[in-house]
């Protein structure tokens, strides 16, 4: 009896080490080896034929036997499902070097995304950020701001007029009185927008580009707190390596005045290609508000000192982005507003 | 201004200064460098040669074959073409290897197979004009005695003979630094930047017989626009050429030399920085200078030969009868210095800015002389320059000045005190943030010639005459700084309090619709606020229309750029066609920027600010447009909006255009273009446009932000289909579905849009997704038929629309 036992465990054996098993065949051999028909119960029902004696210990080996072949099947099961799963995977490769689809993105023109970014550093440093009308009074854009009645900046070559008191502005400077008209110090703001000059279209020149003006008015203001301001700001907007130099220049507005040149942030000031060997870049104007512009503002130039500056947008999205020709900006090729 | 180094060094040491180290530290004082021009440098090699033998070429009958002695050993053999040599002259040699200006480059070369060991040079070959050495012929070798060139010995370097060796810098000079538009202002400048004290020359003037006032008198009509005029006569004038030393001056300064009077009353203007002028005598009718307004209508001829009509206002200097010049702007033609001139009256004034400007500008003539004026000249300034003129008279021996050393006219109405200010130092250091004590200040100004006296325990400043624009102490704190350094100011950071930046709501919201259109896929545009009046008529404006009365600009750049838009979308169309023209497949472009509305000639116009976007493209139909517009409205919390269909917008095709209201706030329109637009703009497929009012959509936003608990109990959901006519609008539907269901309508959205021959012609299906939720209960299927019954029967009621089973 142990032997016949031992030949079922054989075929059992021998039949689910065969390659063709599936889970259909395994169904059947549980139901050959472990069914209430199956084999492993046919011998046990022979049992009655044994002694008395041997009965318990065959008995047992059937019943070890029965669990060894449900370990068999249950392991030889968890084989097929594994290696189903495996096919299945294998079946669903894919190429992953094909492309993505993307979902539509747009993107920030870059004389705004350098706008912002400049407007964030300023109010990071307590600056407001506000705004003034574009079409102005010439009373704004240049008699509050000290500018002489024979200036050639307000000739009809350079200046466009809607009326011989109303003109579009030339600079963000006009804010600065009207902010002082609206505020009592300290005052710490930052205006950017539209500007216009008459200038024809060329790869440096465009009769409309964008301007942010600064100032700050209080007791104790110095020329010294605007070149740390101008610092801090190069540092944030150019690299931590930035410095900034100083130098001499003339504005109707600000006395002392100085354009401020910021070293380059491509050699650092060795010089190269982008600074014209010189190691320094130009980014803005600068001074000290001129008392004439303070009085204009209601405010008393023998208590009250303060700074002023204003850079072009474009110069510096220009040069941060290495873009050569100013027209792109206004062009807004798609093929060039992607690359930002 | 042209700045001649050779010049300069007249007045200031600049020994061992290089020019770039020159150039920094001017710049770094306030006269800025704009670049500089090393004259005579790009001739390389060309010496004095002595013309020793002249023989023809042997096979050439227009060749010759010349030997030349250049100070070497032997002499050179030069093969050349020109015909005016003669055995003797002394002329340029470029001896190989040898370059000229341009670049050329000489080189040993046979010619018909004679060597020749580098060529004879014409004036032209080395950059030289018949003006500049006059004598010398334009077509042949330069012989340099015809030019009165004498003295030069073979093997002299060229450049340096001919006094061409020279560094001209060039400064962008300040418009309130018009007293540095001369030699001596920059020489002054340079003392003070150098730490070097100028060398100061005052002209004297030798005279001769006879008494000015014989000669003229001169009389100011209009003193405030002539503060000061100064004349002097010279008499038995020779017209020639003038020195080789000044024309070459004058040439690196960038002028043009003319004769000897009046190459020295260009001398004189870029030395002092006074322009002059030089009238012919002999036309001076009346033996009078009257410096009066014009007549209106008067007729005037400048020395250019153009024809002007001058009016009053313009200031004219006259003789008894006649204008012979506009003042401050240029002479008249009628009192020309030519060949003839005898006797020369010299004009040394001082004109008012503002109507030299104001008459250049209106008869379109700018001189150098006009661009100086304008700029405001130092009335002192016209005596020393007359005298300076004088001088040269006689230092060139160019005639004879009349009368005794200081015998001038001068009337000087418009005499001003000189201005003194107080040197405040505590003023000074706050302003800079330095802490530099009373004496360094008035150091560093009497530097620059400030007229510093020390009066009790402080200083008092007496300005120069030339410094116009010192006019207080923020003026003395950039005198002192520029000299003391501006790099020597160190960083500071205000203690103004610690306070956080802001940024209006409004501003805060444009940005917020700016990301959100970028997150869906569109392209910032940034597109010029001027535009053609033309672009109406692309979009189809009608006449009449509020929109084209528009803010127009004075003087505009062209017709293009002509008035300020009161629409947004046509600058996105014209970028979108821009793109469209180059084969872009797809695109979508938004701009968020003002528009212009016109308030009347005296008052500024409203900006407000519009959001328009425009699109096309494979996947993009009029659903794809209202999608953004809603996910706009829905960022802004606007809920309630509706979109009304609108035929009657020209711009848009009529049966696919939408006006987006809120109430009775129109916050903006949107729509495919009409077929007209698209042809104006050069599409050849559909485009979506949308203009929407930024202003409106601001006022509409809700910010308010609130939790809602979450639904407690299940939602229900069933779907409706009604048959009806097709121009029915499935928001009519909606609507009267939801005002039969009240509060319990969660949700209804149209989901399907069929038609078929089973329907009938005219007829669509619509199918509506309902989602039905009660707050505080399970809904019952009796109940929600029963709301269902009631909706479909109204829905038949009022819009005729049979429930599609």
């Known amino acids: ?340 | 201004m042209i700045l001649s180094l050779e010049w300069l060094s007249e007045f200031v040491d600049i020994e061992g200064i290089s020019v770039k180290e020159f150039s920094d530290v001017m710049t770094m004082t306030g006269s800025k460098v704009e670049g500089w021009e090393e004259l005579g440098a790009d001739i390389k090699n060309v010496v004095a040669g002595r013309i020793l033998s002249l023989e023809r070429h042997p096979d050439s009958d227009h060749l010759w074959v010349c030997k030349v002695d250049i100070g070497e050993p032997e002499p050179r053999q030069i093969v050349t073409g020109a015909q005016n040599l003669y055995v003797g002259a002394i002329v340029p040699v470029a001896a190989a290897p040898a370059e000229l200006p341009g670049g050329v480059k000489i080189n040993k070369a046979k010619l018909r197979g004679v060597e020749s060991d580098g060529m004879l040079c014409s004036i032209s070959e080395l950059g030289l004009t018949e003006r500049e050495m006059p004598g010398a012929v334009e077509d042949g070798i330069f012989i340099l005695s015809d030019a009165g060139i004498e003295g030069v010995k073979p093997g002299d370097d060229i450049p340096s003979a001919l006094r061409m060796r020279d560094i001209a810098v060039e400064f962008e000079i300040t418009p309130n630094r018009p007293d540095c538009l001369s030699v001596i202002g920059l020489a002054r400048e340079a003392g003070a930047s150098l730490g070097k004290k100028p060398r100061w020359h005052t002209p004297s003037v030798r005279g001769s017989d006879g008494k000015t006032g014989d000669y003229i008198s001169v009389s100011i009509k209009a003193p405030e626009l002539c503060p000061r005029y100064t004349a002097r006569v010279v008499k038995n004038v020779k017209i020639s050429p003038s020195p080789l030393w000044m024309r070459m001056r004058l040439r690196a300064a960038g002028v043009r030399p003319i004769n000897n009077i009046v190459d020295i009353t260009n001398y004189v203007m870029l030395e002092y920085g006074q322009p002059m002028h030089a009238f012919d005598y002999a036309c001076l009718h009346g033996k009078k200078i009257i410096v009066r307004e014009a007549e209106e209508g008067e007729q005037f001829r400048t020395l250019d030969g153009t024809d002007h009509t001058l009016r009053k206002g313009m200031l004219v200097i006259a003789d008894e009868e006649r204008a012979v010049a506009l003042a401050g702007i240029m002479g008249g033609e009628n009192s020309e210095i030519t060949e003839n001139t005898t006797t020369v009256v010299f004009e040394s004034a001082n004109f008012e800015p503002s109507q030299v400007r104001l008459t250049s500008r209106a008869l379109g003539v700018r001189t150098e002389s006009s661009s100086r004026f304008e700029k405001g000249l130092d009335p002192e300034n016209t005596l020393p320059a007359i005298q300076r003129a004088c001088e040269l008279v006689e230092l060139l021996g160019a005639g004879e000045v009349v009368g005794g050393p200081d015998d001038y006219i001068d009337v000087y109405p418009g005499k001003k005190e000189p201005r003194t200010l107080p040197l405040n130092a505590v003023r000074i250091n706050q302003l800079l943030g330095l802490s530099l004590d009373a004496d360094a200040m008035a150091e560093i100004l009497r530097s620059l010639e400030f007229d510093v006296r020390k009066v009790g325990d402080s200083y008092e400043v007496g300005v120069p005459s030339w410094r116009g624009d010192v006019e207080g102490v923020n003026d003395l704190a950039e005198e002192v700084l520029r000299i003391y350094g501006y790099d020597k100011i160190a960083s500071t950071l205000f203690t103004s309090g610690v306070s956080v930046g802001s940024m209006s709501d409004r501003l805060a919201c444009r940005e917020q619709i700016s990301d959100l259109l970028i997150n869906l896929g569109l392209y910032e545009t940034c597109t010029f606020s001027f535009v053609s009046p033309k672009i109406f008529d692309m979009v189809r404006v009608p006449a009449g229309s509020p929109l084209r009365d528009a803010v127009r600009l004075l003087n505009p750049l062209g017709e293009d750029t002509s008035i300020m838009r009161t629409m947004l979308l046509p600058s996105v169309l014209e970028a979108l066609a821009h793109n469209y023209s180059h084969r872009i497949p797809e695109c979508a472009l938004f701009e968020n920027a003002p528009v212009y509305i016109n308030r009347g000639k005296d008052n500024l116009p409203d900006e407000p600010v519009r959001i328009a976007i425009a699109m096309y493209g494979p996947n993009d139909d009029f659903y794809s447009l209202k999608g953004i517009c809603e996910a706009i409205l829905g960022s802004l919390g606007i809920t309630g909006a509706r979109y009304v269909a609108t035929s009657d917008n020209l711009t848009y095709h009529p049966g696919r255009c939408a006006t987006i209201k809120l109430g009775d706030a129109v916050l903006g329109v949107l729509g495919e273009l009409h077929p007209e637009v698209l042809e104006n703009f050069e599409f050849d497929i559909p485009v979506y446009g949308a203009e929407l009012d930024f202003e409106a959509l601001f006022a509409a936003r809700s910010t308010e932000r609130r939790y809602v608990p979450l639904p407690r109990f299940p939602a229900v959901s069933r779907d409706l289909a009604f048959v009806c006519d097709e121009r029915l609008e499935s928001q009519s539907v909606a609507d009267v579905v939801a005002e039969v269901c009240g509060a319990l309508l969660e949700n209804i959205k149209l989901f399907d849009v069929y038609r078929s021959p089973q329907l009938g012609d005219g007829k669509k299906s619509l199918a509506f997704a309902l989602t039905l939720r009660a707050a505080d209960r399970t809904l019952s299927d009796e109940e929600v038929d029963e709301l269902l019954g009631r909706a479909v029967d109204a829905v038949r009621e009022k819009l005729g629309a049979q429930l599609r089973l």
Not at chain 1, 14 to 20: I, R, V
Not at chain 1, 151 to 166: A, G, M, Q, V, W
Not at chain 1, 264 to 272: A, E, Q, T
Not at chain 1, 294 to 318: C, K, Q, T, V, W
């Open chain 1, 1 to 340: 009896m142990i032997e016949k036992l031992n030949e079922i465990r054989r075929q059992l054996t021998e039949l689910l080490a065969k390659e063709d098993v599936d889970e259909k065949t395994l169904e059947e051999l549980r139901i050959r080896f472990l069914g209430k028909k199956g084999e492993l119960t046919a011998v046990l029902r022979g049992m009655g034929s044994l002694p008395p004696e041997e009965r318990p210990k065959v008995g047992q080996y059937a019943n070890e036997l029965r669990e060894e072949f449900e370990r068999m099947l249950e392991e030889k099961g968890a084989a097929l499902r594994e290696r189903a799963r495996q096919e299945k995977l294998e079946r669903e490769r894919i190429d992953v070097t094909a492309p993505g689809r993307t979902p539509k993105i747009g993107r920030r023109h870059p004389l705004e995304s350098t706008r912002i970014e400049m407007c964030e550093i300023f109010r990071s440093m307590g600056f407001d950020i506000v705004e003034g009308p574009e079409v102005e009074y010439a009373y704004y854009n240049f008699d509050a701001l000290n500018t002489p009645e024979n200036h050639p900046s307000r000739d009809l070559t350079d200046t466009f007029y809607i009326t011989e008191n109303i003109l579009l502005r030339t600079q963000t400077s006009p804010v600065q009185v009207r902010t002082m008209e609206q505020r009592k110090p300290p005052i710490k703001i930052v205006a950017p927008g539209r500007v216009y000059r008459s200038d024809e279209v060329d790869a440096t020149h465009s009769p409309l580009f964008h301007q942010l003006e600064g100032l700050v008015v209080d007791k104790h203001i110095t020329m010294g707190d605007l070149k740390g301001v101008l610092e801090l700001f190069a540092q944030k907007m150019f690299g931590p390596g930035s410095r900034i130099r100083f130098r001499p220049h003339h504005f109707p507005f600000t006395e002392p005045s100085a354009e401020v040149d910021v070293s380059c942030f491509v050699c650092g000031g060795k010089g190269c290609r982008v600074c014209k060997g010189e190691g320094w870049i130009e980014i803005l104007g600068s001074g000290v508000v001129h008392p004439n512009v303070l009085r204009a503002g209601g405010i008393d130039p023998n208590i009250y000192s303060g700074f002023a500056f204003g850079m072009g947008i474009e110069r510096i999205a220009m040069i941060r982005y290495g873009i050569d020709d100013m027209r792109l900006l206004y062009e807004n090729d798609i093929r060039f507003l992607a690359q930002f």
